[in-house]
């Protein structure tokens, strides 16, 4: 059970309801039928409305707290919506009864969402096709009081393991202690697939695996770290293991690929032995002052693209990207400020797919991340004659970092 409090609530709220194959499921102390930008501002407006009365403390600027629940494939097999719906309003509810002291409080501090505007949607693993339920909850419950978000995602955890436990399901920390092992014996098994070192194949043989991979560069543009996970299960190279983070990699394929010993052998002395027939004069043959070309060897062919594939709404999308430009789109991507839930790679994919001319799968991408803040290209759109594909790039990649801006929020409600 993942939590997060988050400003960009009605991009939430879409991206909840109305995600490719998103199924409502409930919800509650709001009007059934109201779409999601409805049930958004009536959300904000309700935030506001009770701002207002208050003339003490901070300005309440993020309205919304969001929570992902997933069940395993095995454990919501059998599940109906009734079951999923169930399953959102016993969340919150053992949410509300975990209590909590944070830092520099005397008393212990509770949530109240069960009594909270929330939603649910069920959404689909487009490659495993395992269940999860994202729940979007008003910050502030239906009395006008301010839900506490302090250390709220350690309270997810526990009101996690209580509902594993009611259950009979795995903890937490077992099922991302298997996921951690499962990453850790593919990545060892990458390395030794690797007939040469390359950090850049190895990325991208991870990403053809699933799994979503973060580079980290300082800022001399060298690789300083990188994460790997896939869906809620995101670790440091480090937690996978010592061998696997990005300074010892290299070290960690030589292992995997030791060179032969170079035996030396001694040239064996001639013996002579003495002849009975009679000695005759042997003219010298005469030695030739040209020398005997060596073969040179060929220098095996590099591949001038690699495949990323990449996630959209509609599918994966293999994406084909020169080698002469990939590393315009892996180290010079930017996340847009006031966007909290886009990565580096996000911003990378939209622009890769804007390079290929995959506009609408772009869009999308951009739009699932929190973007909409900046116009998509129109259909007419691509590399000019008189453009180069590293400048091509860049532009793409320009593109891309305004397409995953945050929309602007409102300022109020006019009449």
């Known amino acids: 059970m993942l939590a997060k409090v988050v400003s960009y609530g009605g991009n939430s709220v879409r991206y909840a309801l109305e995600k490719e194959n998103a199924k409502t499921v409930k919800v509650n102390n709001m009007p059934d039928g109201l779409d999601p930008t409805a049930i958004w501002y009536m959300m904000k407006h309700h935030c506001q409305y009770h701002q207002a009365e208050r003339t003490v403390g901070r300005k309440l600027e993020r309205f919304m707290t969001t929570f992902v629940l997933s069940p395993s494939k095995e454990e919501s097999a059998n599940f109906t919506m009734e079951d999923w719906a169930n399953l959102q309003d016993e969340a919150l509810e053992v949410l509300d009864s975990v209590g909590l002291k944070p830092k520099g409080f005397t008393n212990e501090v509770k949530t109240n969402f069960r009594n909270s505007m929330n939603v649910g949607g069920l959404h689909s693993d487009s490659k495993s096709g395992t269940l999860h339920l994202h729940i979007d909850c008003c910050r502030v419950d239906i009395e006008g009081n301010t839900n506490d978000v302090h250390d709220i995602h350690l309270r997810a955890m526990k009101a996690a393991e209580i509902i594993n436990m009611r259950h009979g399901w795995k903890q937490p920390q077992k ?187 772009a869009t999308a991408v951009s739009e699932s991340c929190g973007g909409g803040g900046g116009s998509a290209p129109d259909s007419g759109w691509g590399k000019k004659d008189d453009e180069d594909e590293r400048q091509f790039a860049r532009r793409c990649l320009h593109i891309a970092h305004s397409m995953c801006k945050s929309k602007p929020r409102s300022r109020g409600f006019h009449r």
């Not at 299960?233 to 300074?247: C, L, N, Q, T, W």
């Not at 180290?331 to 886009?342: F, K, R, W």
């Not at 996000?346 to 390079?355: G, K, P, Q, R």
Request: glycine content about 4%; overall charge positive; some cysteine.
């Open 175 to 361: 099922i991302r202690e298997m996921r951690q092992e499962e990453i850790k014996d593919f990545c060892e098994y990458t390395l030794q697939k690797m007939d040469e070192f390359d950090i850049d194949r190895y990325f991208c043989l991870l990403r053809m695996k699933g799994y979503e991979v973060t580079p980290r560069y300082d800022k001399s543009n060298k690789l300083v770290g990188y994460t790997i996970g896939k869906n809620a299960s995101v670790f440091k190279a480090s937690e996978i293991g010592r061998r696997y983070m990005a300074s010892q990699l290299e070290a960690t394929w030589k292992k995997f690929h030791p060179k032969p010993a170079q035996v030396k052998v001694k040239p064996a002395t001639p013996t002579v032995t003495p002849s009975s027939r009679p000695s005759h004069p042997v003219a010298p043959k005469p030695t030739s002052t040209q020398t005997k070309v060596q073969p040179v060897a060929q220098p095996k062919p590099v591949p001038s693209f690699t495949t990323f594939n990449i996630e959209t709404p509609d599918g994966s999308k293999a994406v084909e990207i020169p080698n002469t430009v990939k590393d315009i789109f892996l180290n010079e991507a930017q996340i847009p400020e006031g966007n909290e839930i886009a990565t580096l790679e996000n911003i990378s994919h939209v622009a890769m797919l804007l390079f290929v001319g995959y506009i609408d799968a």
